[in-house]
């Protein structure tokens, strides 16, 4: 049994929880979030890969019970997701472990990530125009069952899938504004469920393929656990009362400073852009949020109804 009580294990307990809670408020992909954490507090990429997948896969598998159960998530969609997703994930260790020497591999998967990072900041970025669009059309969850498009729909598996397995990103974050795009009428609920339904499978694909291929360490999987678990709860009691919006704009700079950051940007070129998004960003969004005839910079009027009940989005 590894030594558990040691100052490293304490601090990747701790991002953990901070993490798990931001996950809880949002919704976001912790993928997003916690493999770069890990990253910093100097864990090996590809072991921060592997650890976080086997640690999602966990926790994933609770949230996507949870929608199981109260019937939410369209079981097709989700389905096609699945088929083209897993054997992608899958492979990803694999494709890994042929880039070359260990030195190379470290140094794959932090571009990999980096670009990753970047995406799912733009993406996470065009998630809450879409919402904020479904705000000012309406604000109403259709009730109609959605068309499904099983070529597009595969094609979103298979890229997620292989994105996932070489980085541990996008299973919660660039596969949903994916739907979001390919099913612009899917009520928020069924949104949800279908994406961790479709996670479940496809982040235990790539956790299992991490395993074979390099195993895990247990003195990082298992603080990643205990931390993850009660933080994602804590944030789920506190997202009635927390602005999720500003939290969201607020993890797109933390992501995309962070991917830059990966790529090997300086940091004095960082800390300029980052000020630059700290300063127009919201101003930025203001405009966006006026464009649709809503307040610049009032967060609580952007929301969408899901059978009665409002959600905070803009």
Known sequence: MPDLLTTSALAVLVVSFGVGIVVGLTGMGG????TPALIFLGVNPTAAVANDLVSASVTKSVGAGVHWKHGSPNLRLAGLLIVGSVPFAFAGAF???????????EEFVKHAIGVALLFTAATYTLRMYLQLRLVTSGNEAPSEEIRIKPIPTLLVGMIGGLLVGLTSVGSGSLIMVALLLLYPTLSAVKL????LVQAVPLVLAAAIGHVIVSGVDWEVLIPLIV???PGTFLGARMAHWVSQSVIRRGIVIVLSLTGLKLLGLSPEATGLIGAGLLLLGPLAWGFVRQTRGLP????????????????KSG
């Open 31 to 34: 993928g997003a979030l916690m």
């Open 95 to 105: 494709i890994i472990d042929h880039i070359g020497a260990a030195a190379d591999q």
């Open 192 to 195: 949800v469920g279908t994406d």
């Open 227 to 229: 931390g993850g678990i």
């Open 296 to 311: 610049a910079f009032d967060n609580n009027s952007g929301a969408w109804r899901v059978n009665g009940d409002r959600t």
